[in-house]
């Protein structure tokens, strides 16, 4: 590792200067613990606007959640669908568009499980942004505002993360960064 990677104050600091000059609106993280955010958080002048973080119902990243909602960071949920394609995803994780209790709420709400995958994250408040280069299935995607879960559907989701661990399991580990002092998800290893 170099070791003249700046610390995440003096990349937080360039990135202030960068709002301060115009260039851009808002700053935010990605792939941070809490931890992390807590180090940016302690010399910001500028809070973190937003966190992108994998999430979906086999990691829900609730206490993350929690603390940006408590800090004023909108939380921005990538691979909401558990990432069914990724060359991250083990053969043994669950694929959430065939789960069962996934297509129960599925079919319940004459919906398909993807746009349920989606609509579980806009209904905990966050952001989201799957991914897909399918044109029907983008379409698809972006039509579910018509319906939203119920609490038996939310209470089934948010505890699915139950059937594989503790906290659950990412599919994006990006373990190829894992020797890095700044690895994010060094206590899932």
């Known amino acids: 590792m170099d070791s003249k990677v700046p610390t995440f104050a003096e990349t937080w600091a360039a990135m202030e200067k960068l709002v301060e ?11 941070f613990n809490i931890a992390q955010i807590e180090e940016v958080l302690k010399t910001a002048k500028i809070k973190p606007a937003n966190l992108q973080s994998e999430s979906h119902p086999l ?26 394609g990724s060359i991250f995803r083990r053969d043994d994780q669950v694929n959430l568009l ?21 609509r579980y994250q806009i209904d905990k408040g966050n952001c989201v942004i799957p991914k ?25 989701l948010n505890n699915m993360y139950k059937k594989v661990g503790p906290k659950g399991y990412r599919t994006c580990g990006v373990l190829h960064w894992k020797h890095s002092p700044n690895y994010p998800f060094a206590s899932e290893l």
């Open 21 to 31: 000059a115009g260039k851009c609106k808002n700053i935010g993280l990605s792939n």
């Open 59 to 84: 990691l829900p990243n609730l206490e993350l959640l929690e603390f940006c909602k408590s800090n004023n960071i909108s939380f921005v949920a990538y691979s909401p669908l558990g990432s069914p």
């Open 98 to 118: 065939h789960d069962e209790d996934v297509l129960k709420i599925a079919e319940k709400h004459g919906k398909s499980a993807g746009q349920v995958l989606i």
């Open 132 to 156: 897909s280069v399918t044109p029907a299935r983008i379409e698809q995607n972006l039509d579910v505002f018509g319906f939203s879960l119920d609490a038996s559907d939310m209470d089934t």
